[in-house]
């Protein structure tokens, strides 16, 4: 039986076109793993250059490699480093928040003061300071932007969380013997989950613009690996010349981040009670005497 909340998720236009279109760059990533219409890194110098068709889609780069098979086996790349970014930033984002607002007021003005100064710094700034000292790399944007991004979810999460820290079903659970760990996982949690959701969505989205910024400027993936980044900065010299070529890796790049952001925005919709009970309302025709 579906899900209520993935029922609602479905119902909204932005929920629904998020959800195609992340299920479908999921889908490439994972059949990228055992096929691909072409080898991606299989140079083929009599055929460069290819007009989209039969065999080749979407057409050849410079070197006469498959651009759809690049873009699927980049996938791969932009797979994890989305979920690996959006891992990290869970972590340290709910930690973060918890210790801010669940803890002695000595140890939240301080988590204050860190989350305040580590804010201050742009996670591509970062991520490239990092790529500088340790090299480039795709785990280098993963803990920049998963670190960067938690503390963002920390500070939006953190006021949440000590909003609803006083209501009277949490004194309840207290009450009735629940720890300190067992009210937020059973009760703070769930309550903030929206807020929650949205701050993650935007880190996954940021991973990929990170990953593929990087890249392009050589900070991200190593040559050998697939990225679109690395796609999109082999074929913009020929911008010019060919610039069919050069559409397709941007405009995947965008349509995957526009994706993640309006997921975000369904989820918060479809799992947010207070919105539903708004929407509920709006739609209800007013009674006339």
């Given amino acids: 039986m579906t899900p209520r909340w993935l029922h609602r998720l479905w119902q909204t236009a932005t929920g629904r076109f998020g959800l195609i279109v992340v299920a479908v760059i999921a889908l490439a990533a994972l059949v990228s793993l055992f096929w691909t219409p072409f080898d991606p890194r299989a140079s083929d110098i009599g055929g460069r250059w290819l007009p989209p068709g039969l065999p080749h889609l979407l057409g050849t780069d410079d070197t006469g490699r498959d651009i759809l098979s690049l873009l699927m ?35 939240r003005e301080t988590v204050a003061v860190l989350v305040d100064i580590l804010i201050a710094f742009p996670v591509l700034l970062i991520a490239m300071m990092i790529s500088s000292v340790w090299g480039g790399s795709l785990w280098v944007v993963i803990w920049a932007v998963g670190i960067g991004f938690g503390v963002n979810i920390a500070r939006v999460t953190r006021p949440e969380l000590r909003r609803v820290q006083q209501s009277d079903f949490i004194l309840a659970a207290r009450a009735s ?21 949205v701050q993650l969505s935007w880190s996954m989205a940021v991973a990929v613009l990170a990953e593929a910024g990087l890249s392009y400027l050589g900070f991200g993936a190593s040559v050998v690996e697939p990225s679109w980044g690395l796609l999109l900065a082999d074929l913009q010299r020929y911008i010019g010349v060919h610039p069919l070529t050069v559409i397709w890796p941007g405009l995947t790049i965008t349509l995957t981040v526009l994706a993640l952001n309006l997921l975000g925005d369904g989820l918060r919709e479809a799992t947010d009670p207070t919105l539903r009970h708004r929407a509920a309302e709006t739609h209800t025709p007013a009674v006339v005497a």
């Fill in 73 to 107: 086996a980049g996938a791969r790349t932009t797979v994890f480093v989305s979920v690996g970014a959006g891992l990290i930033a869970t972590l340290v984002g709910i930690v973060l928040a918890a210790l801010g607002a669940l803890t002695t007021r000595l140890v």
């Fill in 177 to 197: 013997g629940l720890t300190p760990a067992q009210t937020l996982v059973r009760h703070l949690l769930p309550n903030v989950a929206p807020v929650f959701i």
